[in-house]
């Protein structure tokens, strides 16, 4: 069966750091991608980053330059390090596995596995 858990989340002030865990199980990271989404409140489901089975990543702009994500496949683990919060930040973070569309790698159409999601709080 596969399954993705993500945690690591917390509470955290403004300007802070949180690194964020994807555990998988049921398969192998040999294809595709690992994408991190997050949804505040109210709001859709938008792509933060991804990483591909190759180690190529994507960003999405509001997280470039404070945002790294990667991967360690002896622990079968997907990691995203968060540097810098913002309040905007905040959100429910989920990871997910889907197949690498490059011209698109952070729509969430592409993810078909999904985790459930760790809360991601950032004050003001």
């Known amino acids: 069966e596969v399954q993705l858990q993500a945690s690591g989340g917390g509470l955290v002030e403004t300007g802070g750091s949180l690194t964020l865990s994807c555990a998988i199980s049921g398969f192998t990271f040999d294809d595709g991608a690992i994408g991190w989404f997050r949804q505040p409140p109210g709001e859709v489901r938008e792509g933060v980053a991804c990483?591909?089975?190759?180690?190529?990543?994507y960003y999405a702009d509001p997280v470039k330059g404070r945002f790294t994500v990667s991967s360690d496949n002896a622990e079968n683990t997907v990691y995203l390090q968060m540097s810098s919060l913002k309040p905007e930040d905040t959100a429910t973070y989920y990871c997910?596995?889907?197949?690498?569309?490059?011209?698109?790698?952070?729509?969430?159409?592409?993810?078909?596995?999904w985790g459930r999601g760790t809360q991601v709080t950032v004050s003001s």
């Open positions: 990483i591909s089975s190759r180690g190529d990543t």
């Open positions: 997910a596995r889907g197949e690498l569309v490059p011209a698109s790698a952070l729509q969430p159409l592409w993810y078909n596995d």
